[in-house]
């Protein structure tokens, strides 16, 4: 048998009074130190929460400076937007009530106001008739080849006057009979061409009574001298005609005055410029003699 042997731990020393006060020194001075290791450590732990709550708190103030700031500018903005809402309902009702007051104003005028006049369609032989006399109206009369402008003029006056006449009074004789030898129709009417056709076409009609002729509105008799120029009274229709020939010559009365005012001016430039050339010429001519005659002057 084989016999093994081991080391021992080696054997504690005695516990002592003296021992047990050490140990228990060196256990408090261990336990002080412990302390202030983590006093310092539980300091330094707060001055760092300190010092991130210190930053914390500015982070906060910034972000709540700035969310003011926001918030203002939205107040401000909405403000703003109120306002000019406000504005543009004071304009919109302003122009509404604009609106409205133009809208009263004017259906007060238009039942002032009478019905506007509408022409009633002409008939068939009325509208013949009308055409005939225009026809003749651009045709003949205001043909500056054959009429000039005062003769013109003086045409559509005379005839204007006639036609006038009877409507205004129908029953009266002396307007619906007019001696052709009269002087205002034979030098107004009858020497402008077209004058004596637009008569007959607005229903007047040519008679001849003791061999004297006659221009009747709505007459009888002969044109050869067989029967008297008897006046009757005119049908509704031969009215309508005359009046009709009264509106053609009433529309071209103010352009026959307004060429005659052309021509005469024309006329008056030509005249002047006429009697220049010809004080040019007599000045001319004298100068001429003078010119002569001091040539032919011996010197003295």
Known sequence: RLLILTASP?????????????????????????????????EEEEEEMESGKGED??????????????????????HKADD???????????ATAAAARAEAVKSVVTNALPPPFQEKPLSPVLQVAK?????????QIQNINSNSPPMQEGCIVTLHKLCANVLSNPAEDKFR????????????????????DFLIAAGWRRMVEKFEPYFVFGGGGGDDGAGPAETHSASPQ?????????DVLRKNLA?????????????????????????????????????RKSKQTPPK
């Open 238 to 246: 031969m009215l309508e005609v005359l009046t009709l020939a009264e």
């Open 131 to 139: 055409e005939r006399m225009v026809r003749i109206m651009i045709s």
């Open 255 to 291: 352009l026959a005055r307004e060429k005659t005012e052309r021509y005469e001016r024309q006329k008056l430039l030509e005249k002047n410029d006429a009697s220049m050339r010809k004080e040019e010429a007599m000045q001319a001519i004298k100068d001429d003699k003078e010119r």
């Open 177 to 196: 009979k007019v001696r052709a030898n009269n002087t205002m129709v034979k030098g107004k009417v009858s020497v402008c061409r077209g004058g004596e």
């Open 57 to 78: 708190s500015e982070e906060e103030s910034e972000e709540e400076e700035a969310v003011g700031a926001v918030q203002f500018r939205v107040v401000e903005a909405t």
């Open 10 to 42: 080696p054997a504690p020393p005695p516990v002592t009074r003296e021992y047990r006060l050490s140990d228990r020194r060196s256990h408090s001075t261990g336990i002080r130190a412990n302390r202030l290791v983590m006093n310092s450590a539980e």
């Open 84 to 94: 000019k809402a406000a504005a543009a309902a004071a304009a919109a009702g302003a």
